[in-house]
């Protein structure tokens, strides 16, 4: 059975950290690359970064430098971590493998 289950997500105040994990299937997690999409509400969903199968990364410019992605092999999991956490971070986190997509964890911003 497919299956992305994300979890991490919460209230933080601006500047603090988040991790967001999400456990995949094995046949997801050995076979594609895998991504975070957040999207915030009256927002399309927007790419945020991406892990491949060899572990090269891409992050997207607007999270650079504060949220880095890693995946652990053994665990068949990747995470999200966020730091420097802004306001304008609130949004639903989406995990993503190809067609696949998880039902999201909510990251709310706020003092």
């Known amino acids: 059975q497919v299956q992305l289950v994300e979890s991490g997500g919460g209230l933080v105040q601006p500047g603090g950290s988040l991790r967001l994990s999400c456990a995949a299937s094995?046949?997801?997690?050995?076979?594609?690359?895998l991504a975070w999409y957040r999207q915030a509400p009256g927002n399309q969903r927007e790419f945020v970064a991406r892990?491949?199968?060899?572990?090269?990364?891409n992050i997207a410019d607007s999270v650079k430098g504060r949220f880095t992605i890693s995946r652990d092999n053994a665990k068949n999991t990747v995470y999200l971590q966020m730091n420097k956490l802004k306001s304008e971070d609130t949004a639903v986190y989406y995990c993503?493998?190809?067609?696949?997509w998880g039902q999201g964890t909510q990251v709310t911003v706020s003092s």
């Open positions: 892990v491949g199968v060899g572990g090269i990364t």
């Open positions: 993503n493998a190809e067609k696949y």
């Open positions: 094995r046949s997801i997690f050995s076979l594609y690359a």
